[in-house]
Each structure stands twice: as structure tokens, then as C-alpha cells.
């Protein structure tokens, strides 16, 4: 089936009524194997119990950088191709992305208050998130700003393609000045992590994107109904005069 | 480029005509560091101290006044269309736009800076130091907000709405300024962050105009 085939929103209600409670059973199963794996898991030798928060604060941290390339993604979708369920998809992944990133801060200012000594610490790879999120901020902001989802739609998306374009330099520039944070625990082919906490990191991790798919999906059929009512106020305003 | 420098002197004797408004930067920049002192104190040493870093963070807040009425004023009165529908590229149009932007408000920001600087205590190397860095920085803020103001000239209310979205953006400039100006203070590699805020100011002059282009195609009706 060619891709335009799925710019129907009808065809899109109909594929997200099955996989949207597949999603979520998908996370519920993953998350109970992972966080529960990650709960007997042994204690770190240095940070001790606190280890745990990494099982919920790493996925967090992947998935909103995952959610902004997904954002980039559709923002392309909306420009170039002008399918009709892209911006949809923008605006519920900068929505659940938004709230993943909130969260992945939070939770690491928590972990970091017994581990650190502190909530808060100017290092790179926080300042990063918070720009992260400010971005995600600017394009909600953006989507709210204009009363027609169309146009709203093309200037979040043109503001999501800058935002992305701009991440590697500030990501390069906010790594100029050096700091306390340790460096990176996992690359492809080998891992400075334990195996009795590298896995449950990566089942917890595969049950935060399930969740995620099925609440960016929810987001998207929300959106869809949400515009659906507004045109069908406009007609029904337009018929009463 | 006939086209292109008669926008550039539309739009820069615009600005400094009555109405235009492009003294009204280098003005907030002034209260702004008339403000510091009253925050942290009348204390020299810690006003040299901080005096750079504050430099820059006024001359940011200040380009990012006026932006969006780059493109909001030609559009409510039509004029923008009439761009819009000449031959010469919409770029090359937007890149003008900004060009003329960056004469009438960013580069009187760079030429007041020794003055401030002398205000806060600066030393004469750093207040080079400042005034170099900031003009090579503020084209780039400019044309950073160029896409703000595309963006904003669709908007019912741009306003304020420009700098919520061009500050986090702004972010690798305002780096390599601090960084590259405190290098010089300390007398060590001046060179390597300079280069680095020429290489990102220089980026956004390309990605300026042609986003704002695509926001002018794109978003408004």
C-alpha cells in the first residue's frame, strides 16, 4: 500500500482503534517485566539504591530526543509533501515529547539531589535538555498562536526544521565548557554497563517507546476528533445564520 | 542587486525616519546597563568582572526588540505582497530585509559598546574584546530573527512571541561571544572561539533568509 493511502484520516482512525490498546498492552507487559527486573536488580557500588531512577530517567532522555526527531521528521511531511496527517503528527509528538523531556529532567534533578549534592548543575548534557525543552516549549507556544490548525501547523513545522538544524551547534557549543557529568555509559557494540542492569534498562527503555507510540497515536486521534468538532461548529454556525 | 540595495535603503531610511524607531535599541541597551549596577551594586571590580558577559546579554535582549515588525509592517500595508510577486527571490528579498535590519539596529548596538563598557570599568583590550565579538555576533542574532519575523508577520499578535522563539536558538552566539571575549581578557586563544562565532554567525545569515522565505510561502494566506 503506498504511503499516501495512510493520508487518510479515516484509514488512520480505523488503523489506531487496534493499535493503539496493542501499543499500550505492549508497554504495560514491558514496563512490568523492566521495572520489576530493575527493582531486584543489584545496587550500584557507588550511588547505591538511587541507581533505580536511571530504569525510568534514560528512556525519558532517549525518547524526547527521539520525539523532536520524530517532530523534524513530520515537519518535513508538512512542507515538502503536505500530507495531511503530518502536522497531526508533529503536534502530538512535540505534545508527548514536551512532557518526556519535563520528565526527564525532573527525574534526574531527583537522582542527582542524593548523588550530586545537588538538584540542578550548569553541566552540558542538562543544559541540553533544558534547550531541548525550551524548543519543545517555543513550538507549542507557536501552535497555539494561530487560530487555523493549517497554517499553525506550517510555522510549527518551520520552527521545528530551524530548532533541528540548530540542535548539533548548540549541543556542540553548550559541550564547550567541561563538567561533573560522566561520559557516555553506552555505544553501540560494547557497554560500560553491568549486564544484571543493562537489561532491564533495555526492556524498561522498549516499554517507555511502546508507551510512547501508543500516547503520541492517542494524541494524534485526539487531534483529529478535536478538528473534526471545530469544522462541524463552523458549519452548524454557518447554517444557524 | 539593484533590487536588493534599493530594499536595503528603503527599509534602512524607513528605520531612521519618524516612525521607524531604530534608536529605540540602542536606548534600552543604555537603561539595561544603567540597570546592573543597581542589581549587583555600585562595586567596580565585580562590574569589570561580569561587565562583558552583561555587554552581551543587553546588545541580545536589545536586537531582539523591533524584530517583528520586519515583515508585519509590509505585510499590513501591502507591501509585502508587492514583494512577494517581483522577480527577484524571495531570499534574496528576506536577506535584504535583514540586512537593512542589522544596519539600523544591530550595528549602532556595536558602536555604543565602548561607551557602555567604559561605564562598567571595562578594560580598553576587553572593550575591543566586546566590540569585535559583538560585531561578528549580531548579524547572525539578526538573521536568526529574521525567521521569527516571517513567522511573526503571519501572527494576530507577533510581539514578545519572536524572542520566546529566537532566544533558545541564540544560545551557541551568546557561547562563543562570552567565551571568545574572556579569552582575550585572559590574553589566551582568542582565535579558536572567534572563529567558531564567525562559523555560526556566518550559518545563519544562509539559514536566516531562506527559513524566512519559506515561512512567508508557507504561513500566511
Known amino acids: 500500500m503506498p504511503l499516501i493511502d495512510y493520508a487518510n484520516p479515516r484509514r488512520f482512525q480505523e488503523i489506531a482503534r487496534w493499535l493503539i490498546p496493542l501499543a499500550a498492552a505492549a508497554a504495560a507487559i514491558l514496563l512490568a517485566v523492566g521495572l520489576s527486573m530493575g527493582w531486584r536488580a543489584p545496587a550500584d557500588y557507588q550511588q547505591g539504591e538511587m541507581v533505580k531512577v536511571m530504569y525510568i530517567h534514560v528512556p525519558f532522555a532517549w525518547l524526547s530526543l527521539a520525539a523532536y526527531t520524530l517532530m523534524a521528521v513530520a515537519a518535513l511531511g508538512t512542507i515538502v509533501w503536505r500530507h495531511p496527517l503530518a502536522d497531526v503528527a508533529g503536534k502530538a509528538a512535540a505534545q508527548v515529547g514536551a512532557v518526556f523531556c519535563f520528565l526527564c529532567l525532573v527525574t534526574g534533578a531527583l537522582w542527582g539531589r542524593p548523588t550530586w549534592g545537588t538538584y540542578w548543575d550548569w553541566d552540558p548534557r542538562l543544559t541540553s535538555v533544558l534547550v531541548l525543552f525550551l524548543l519543545y516549549l517555543g513550538v507549542l507556544a507557536l501552535w497555539r498562536a494561530f487560530d487555523d490548525p493549517l497554517r499553525a501547523g506550517r510555522a510549527a513545522a518551520i520552527l521545528a526544521l530551524v530548532g533541528f538544524i540548530n540542535v548539533p551547534v548548540v549541543k556542540f557549543s553548550v559541550d564547550w565548557w567541561n563538567s561533573i557529568h560522566q561520559r557516555d555509559s553506552i555505544s553501540l557494540g560494547k557497554s560500560a554497563i553491568d549486564p544484571s542492569m543493562l537489561y532491564p534498562l533495555l526492556i524498561s527503555a522498549a516499554g517507555f517507546f511502546a508507551l510512547f507510540a501508543a500516547l503520541h497515536l492517542a494524541a494524534m486521534r485526539n487531534e483529529l476528533l478535536r478538528r473534526r468538532a471545530r469544522t462541524l461548529r463552523i458549519l452548524k454556525a454557518a447554517e444557524t445564520e | ?221
Open chain 2, 1 to 221: 542587486m539593484s533590487a536588493l540595495s534599493a530594499i536595503v535603503m528603503r527599509d534602512v531610511k524607513l528605520a531612521l525616519r519618524a516612525g521607524g524607531g531604530a534608536g529605540v535599541g540602542v536606548i534600552f541597551f543604555l537603561a539595561l546597563v544603567t540597570l546592573v549596577p543597581f542589581a549587583v551594586g555600585p562595586d567596580m571590580p565585580l562590574l569589570t568582572r561580569i561587565g562583558p558577559a552583561m555587554l552581551w546579554i543587553g546588545a541580545l535582549l536589545a536586537s531582539l526588540l523591533g524584530l517583528d515588525r520586519i515583515f508585519a509592517a509590509d505585510h499590513e500595508d501591502g507591501s509585502l505582497d508587492q514583494l512577494m510577486l517581483s522577480s527577484a527571490p524571495l531570499e534574496t528579498i528576506a536577506a535584504a530585509k535583514g540586512l537593512a535590519h542589522w544596519l539600523a539596529s544591530g550595528l549602532p548596538l556595536v558602536i555604543v559598546t565602548p561607551v557602555l563598557g567604559l561605564m562598567l570599568g571595562i578594560e580598553p583590550k576587553a572593550l575591543l574584546a566586546v566590540s569585535l565579538t559583538l560585531l561578528a555576533g549580531t548579524p547572525g542574532l539578526t538573521f536568526l530573527g529574521l525567521v521569527a519575523a516571517a513567522l511573526a508577520a503571519a501572527m494576530p499578535r507577533g510581539g514578545l512571541f519572536s524572542a520566546v522563539l529566537v532566544l533558545p536558538l541564540s544560545i551557541p552566539l551568546l557561547i562563543f561571544g562570552v567565551v571568545s571575549t574572556n579569552a582575550a581578557i585572559a590574553g589566551e586563544g582568542f582565535g579558536a572561539p572567534f572563529r567558531f562565532l564567525c562559523a555560526i554567525s556566518l550559518f545563519f545569515l544562509v539559514l536566516g533568509p531562506a527559513a524566512a522565505a519559506m515561512a512567508l510561502r508557507h504561513v500566511r494566506d
